[in-house]
Each structure stands twice: as C-alpha cells, then as structure tokens.
C-alpha cells in the first residue's frame, strides 16, 4: 500500500484574499537517507503552522506502473547490469503520471505539496546505471520525457539529505530486517544491495544539488563517525524552507 497517498490537508492558512498556488517541495537521497523520517517531521511542523498540504511518496507501489517498480527492485526483470536503465527509468516516470492530475489539483487549490522521492530519483539512480560519458545525454533524455512529454510540475525547491554511500548502505540493511517494506521481502532490493550502485547515485545527486532551487544538508557527522541528530536535520529543512519558498507564499513556515 502507499504510505503517503495524497489526501485533503490537516489544516489550512489563507494566507491572502486570493488562492495561491501552493509549492512544490521535494526531498530526496540514496536509499537510507532518512527520508521518510524527515517528510513525518515536515508534514507535523506544516500541521502545527496551519499551512496546507498534501504528501505523496514515490514510488506508488500500489499503482500500475509502480506494481512493476516492485517487480524491477525484487529481481524479476533479471539482475541491475541486464535491465536497460531506459525501460526501469520509463516505470519511475509513468508512476508519476500517474499521479499527475493529483498532484497538479492540490498544487492548483492553493495545498503545497509534501513529495518523498519525485524526479531526481529517476535522474540520479537510473542515470549512475548508464557509462559515465553518456549520462548527460540520458539526464537530458529522461529530463525532457518527464518535465516536457509527460508535463510533470517542476519542483520548487529538492531538500537532498546526503549521507556517505557505505552508510546507507548499512542503514537500508537495517530496516530490511525490520520487514516493515510491503513492496519487497529482501533485505535489501536490487539497488540497496550494489554499493557501487549506491555510489554512483550519490555522486550523479550531488552534481544535480548544483541547481539553484536545491538545497543540501550533510547528514553525517564525519568525526563521530555517526548521522546528525534527526531534529538538527529537521531544523535545517525549516530554514531552507523559510529562505526559499515561505517568502512566495507571504508567510513564515
């Protein structure tokens, strides 16, 4: 099931005598990046301020395209050497298009929209899949398929929480044997269990946070050898926010 289906919001600011479209704000990393913890204390903070909003996860592994999402990560298309990168990243898109009038609806009724994981993902796993000198051609291949043909909104702002690969690593270990993911009984799917994998995302992520509309946050503490405190990171997305998006909307989040 969709641990983030989009929903009415919890609670609502008018902010002026006029709707405003809401914004669009994504966060993203490897796997075990604390994603998931951060979009919980993103949505309580909004719940507390009174502002709008509607949350989505991708993928949607109920959906359509998602269902063959799960497929891919489980293993049944083949091993992630043999699966083309053009066929998985067409699955993550249409899993989006899915959700498309969804996402434009509440956008559009003036909601800001809550995404964990949106297009970057795509850019950033299916890309570091494709030999270094042709991944800029399939960045602007995938690029052009889901913000042109498809028509998905742009993000108004990506939070990417980095952590060092090896370590997601570990951490993806960790809640696989949790067994807490309905998509996947393995520990680790096809992308988690390839630290190399992981690496190469990580480092197509940290030339796509060269963007002006992205904001970075080191998630990890080098000199104890550990994450940040989880409310520390919280507390840097709440002034990102307040920097770059919160000014358009005439209101402090």
Request: hydrophobic share 45%; aromatic share 8%; net charge positive.
């Amino acid at each position: 099931m969709n641990r983030w289906p989009l929903a009415a919001p919890r609670a609502t600011l008018k902010l002026t005598s006029m709707l405003v479209r809401g914004k669009l704000i994504v966060i993203e990393g490897i796997d075990g990046s604390g994603k998931r913890t951060q979009l919980d204390l993103l949505a309580r903070a909004f719940d507390d301020r009174g502002v709008a909003f509607a949350p989505v996860s991708f993928p949607r592994y109920d959906g359509f395209f998602g269902k063959l999402v799960a497929r891919f990560l489980n293993g049944e298309f083949g091993p992630l050497a043999a699966v083309d990168p053009h066929f998985s990243a067409l699955l993550y898109a249409g899993d989006r298009l899915e959700s498309k009038p969804s996402i434009e609806g509440a956008l559009q009724s003036g909601k800001n929209v809550l995404a964990d994981r949106y297009i970057a993902s795509n850019l950033a796993h299916q890309g570091a899949r494709v030999p270094a000198e042709k991944r800029e051609e399939f960045i602007a291949w995938l690029k052009q398929l889901e913000y042109e043909i498809y028509g998905l909104p742009a993000e108004d702002l990506v939070i990417y929480l980095r952590v060092p690969a090896a370590e997601a690593h570990r951490l993806a270990g960790q809640r696989g044997e949790r067994g807490t993911r309905g998509y996947t009984k393995l520990r680790r799917d096809l992308q988690e269990a390839d630290i190399a994998h992981l690496e190469a995302a990580s480092s197509v992520y940290d030339a796509l946070a060269r963007q002006p509309h992205w904001a970075k946050i080191e998630c990890f503490d080098a000199a104890s050898g550990s994450l940040r405190p989880t409310g520390a990171i919280h507390a840097e997305i709440l002034a990102a926010i307040d920097a770059r998006v919160a000014p358009a909307l005439g209101a402090r989040i």
